[in-house]
């Protein structure tokens, strides 16, 4: 497949504007992220089924021309998995990517399970075995091989040929719109700002702490947050979040006492546990009355075994039904969200309520296409269990 590898801005812009005469475009990301925050960017790929485009983003200094194609809502993008392309995005561009659809998820609803590879998707509809060694090469290092362009070209060479077929399939089997509804979706997700204020709660030992360990918990997770954000580091390479845990857990008014913590790393306590320290008095000056809520486990609350089960029930049949897997609908962190929802534990519907965003608190049962289809039905059925 011939190709362009684009270096300079002139000739990027001059791309562009042909891509934004386009109808489709078959994108992909290349990039590196094994101790950064952030996903670094190593190459970006459009097809168009005309002109095929490698762009090096190290090179060139004004990448708002492709980023701009994103925000196009004329034209169709199409790419395989994108979770992490959407994190490459929204770390360097500003606009939010529009009229996305994910390859990835239209396979899902073609009954391929929800993470078929890009390989097996090719391999599926052109018995093409594509050589995927180059996947996990460094590609902020340049030169980049010829090896490496070559792999590249064939991430949306492909998927723009197979994005025909994939639409014929899904549309005759009735899935289409809710493909796309899934991708924005999770572009919606992507995009939705982090709360800063619950992070803590996203850590897996938080519900053993009382009230004012939770409150220190809180400070600490934002601290760590901020540290990761400020020197592009992974949370966890910055602290441990078992270390936060007992840091929290016992409130260590010196070095010394921190040492001697069980369930913390040692490591952290070297380089961090001055800044711990300081965290914690901070802390320690807030209103008793501004203390986080005690964490309410869901698998603790009354008859939860036995809810989750006819839940879970009602929705497979709901999947028979609708003759859609049912991975497809409910996850089980899916009917956990539904049913943390339904018994309003730790006041998420007062939360969703109060917070700026509240897509941060949806419940994915009860909003798009899952409502649609079998969100209604499932409201209606909770109501008539939970009375008994």
């Known amino acids: 497949m011939q190709y362009q590898l684009i270096e300079d801005d002139y000739t ?3 791309l562009c504007q042909h891509y934004n005469k386009a109808t489709l475009l078959a994108l992909d990301t290349e990039f590196v992220r094994t101790r950064t925050l952030y996903p670094r960017l190593g190459l970006l790929q459009v097809f168009d089924g005309e002109v095929l485009a490698l762009i090096d983003p190290l090179v060139i200094d004004d990448l708002s021309p492709f980023w701009q194609l994103l925000a196009n809502e004329n034209i169709t993008k199409v790419l395989h998995a994108c979770s992490e392309d959407l994190e490459v ?3 360097n561009a500003h606009d939010k990517p529009v009229n996305l659809i994910d390859s990835q998820i239209m396979m899902s609803f073609l009954g391929h399970g929800l993470s078929v590879g890009y390989a097996a998707m090719v391999a599926n509809f052109t018995g093409i ?10 590609w902020t290092k340049r ?17 723009f040929n197979l994005y025909p077929i994939l639409v014929a399939k899904i549309k005759e089997a009735g899935w289409f719109d809710y493909a796309k509804q899934e991708t924005a979706l999770l572009v919606e997700r992507k995009y939705t700002p982090i709360d800063e204020e619950q992070l803590y709660r996203q850590m897996k030992l938080a519900w053993r702490l009382n009230t004012k360990q939770l409150n220190s918990l809180q400070h600490l997770a934002k601290w760590r947050y901020h540290q990761a ?10 602290v441990k979040e078992h270390t936060l845990i007992a840091v929290a857990q016992s409130n260590p008014q010196s070095i010394s006492s921190m040492n001697r913590l069980e369930g913390a790393e040692l490591l952290d306590i070297r380089h961090k546990g001055k800044a711990m320290l300081a965290v914690l008095k901070k802390a320690s000056q807030d209103d008793e009355a501004n203390y986080p809520a005690k964490i309410e486990r869901l698998d603790e609350y009354p008859g939860y075994k036995q809810t989750f089960k006819k839940v879970k029930s009602f929705l497979a049949k709901q999947s028979e039904q609708h003759n859609l897997a049912m991975e497809n609908i409910a996850s089980k962190k899916q009917i956990n969200q539904f ?3 339904q018994f309003n534990l730790n006041n998420v519907q007062q939360l969703a309520a109060n ?3 509240s897509s941060a608190y949806s419940v994915d049962l009860l909003t798009g296409w899952r409502y649609e289809l079998v969100g209604q039905a499932l409201q209606e059925f909770a109501i008539m269990e939970f009375k008994n």
């Open 12 to 14: 990027l812009q001059t």
């Open 89 to 91: 995005f929204l770390h």
């Open 129 to 138: 075995e594509l050589d995927k060694s180059e996947s996990r090469t460094d």
């Open 143 to 159: 030169p980049l091989t010829q090896k490496q362009l070559n792999y590249a070209c064939g991430d949306v060479e492909h998927l």
């Open 229 to 238: 954000k400020k020197r592009d580091l992974p949370l966890g390479f910055v």
């Open 339 to 341: 049913l943390m929802w």
């Open 355 to 357: 917070a700026e965003n």
